[in-house]
């Protein structure tokens, strides 16, 4: 069954609690084949894991650079276990959501930021040890992340909402990672990212929410309209299509065409979802 890859959407956040079996009814109604959910902290290891098992859908497991002042000093060991432990789920698509965080300003220098640092080059390791890709968060931080990448040793992976240069682009495509496209680009302001959506190439581009995060420009309300009495709406994989399709257009290409590449691109970068889905084999 063909469908949307959805490489990049936290299913097991507090926000789809009660409802989370409709939403991902929802998402697959829409169109979105599979969803990889990425682990924050080792108290979600176990919680991603089953949501994923039970949903039909892959995860990944990490410890996500906004919460290194929670992670435990034996976190490393303790992803390191994990992943040993699901080394034969199929499930198990990826190390992450590991990167460097440089827009909230504690974490931008001193422990923070040193912890940052020596988490996400242990994480780099792991992944290599275990023969996984990873799921990169670079927020305002493609650069540093860049280089942590090169002491390390790539290992492929996915930039997740990335919003960095096209030298930046192209140097993390050159070390076999794809960049994360979701919400941000459907914002006719943001030019910069959409003119980028626009030229890199086709091979590069996978698609993704972050949900519940990152809501595309028909869900999002401005600090005046929540003033007012809007609620802000809540980003969903559902929404993934509708996201592609912007894309899609600005890019020329139907959004058939679309999904279908991008799926490809994700299959490719992630192995291990390739043959979950059954990619290849399909018809």
């Known amino acids: 069954m063909p469908g949307w890859i959805d490489t990049h959407?936290?299913?097991?956040?507090?926000?789809?609690?009660?409802?989370?079996?409709?939403?991902?009814?929802?998402?697959?109604?829409?169109?979105?084949?599979?969803?990889?959910?990425?682990?924050?902290?080792?108290?979600?290891?176990?919680?991603?894991?089953?949501?994923?098992?039970?949903?039909?859908?892959?995860?990944?497991?990490?410890?996500?650079?906004?919460?290194?002042?929670?992670?435990?000093?034996?976190?490393?060991?303790?992803?390191?276990?994990?992943?040993?432990?699901?080394?034969?789920?199929?499930?198990?698509?990826?190390?992450?959501?590991?990167?460097?965080?440089?827009?909230?300003?504690?974490?931008?220098?001193?422990?923070?930021?040193?912890?940052?640092?020596?988490?996400?080059?242990?994480?780099?390791?792991?992944?290599?040890?275990?023969?996984?890709?990873?799921?990169?968060?670079?927020r305002r931080s493609v650069d540093a992340v860049l280089r942590a990448l090169r002491e390390v040793g790539a290992v492929g992976g996915i930039a997740h909402a990335f919003s960095g240069s096209r030298q930046q682009a192209d140097q993390l495509l050159d070390l076999g990672f794809r960049l994360g496209f979701g919400g941000a680009v459907t914002f006719e302001r943001a030019t910069r990212l959409r003119a980028l959506a626009r030229a890199l190439p086709a091979h590069a581009i996978v698609m993704e929410t972050d949900a519940p995060d990152i809501p595309p420009q028909w869900l999002y309300a401005t600090a005046r309209e929540r003033a007012a009495g809007r609620p802000q709406g809540r980003n969903e994989p559902g929404e993934l299509p509708r996201i592609g399709a912007v894309i899609a257009a600005l890019r020329g290409v139907s959004p058939e065409d679309w999904a279908a590449t991008t799926r490809a691109n994700s299959c490719a970068v992630l192995p291990r979802l390739a043959a979950l889905i059954g990619f290849g084999a399909e018809k």
Request: proline fraction near 5%; hydrophobic fraction near 50%; charged fraction near 25%.
């Open 9 to 138: 959407c936290h299913l097991d956040a507090p926000e789809f609690a009660r409802d989370i079996a409709a939403v991902r009814a929802r998402a697959a109604e829409a169109g979105v084949r599979a969803c990889v959910i990425p682990a924050i902290g080792v108290d979600g290891f176990a919680r991603a894991r089953a949501l994923a098992r039970r949903l039909g859908d892959a995860y990944a497991l990490g410890i996500h650079p906004m919460y290194v002042a929670q992670a435990p000093d034996d976190g490393l060991e303790r992803l390191d276990a994990a992943l040993a432990e699901s080394a034969h789920d199929p499930h198990l698509v990826a190390v992450g959501e590991i990167g460097l965080d440089l827009f909230v300003p504690e974490l931008i220098s001193g422990a923070l930021r040193e912890r940052q640092e020596w988490l996400l080059r242990g994480q780099l390791r792991l992944a290599r040890r275990h023969g996984l890709p990873v799921l990169l968060h670079v």
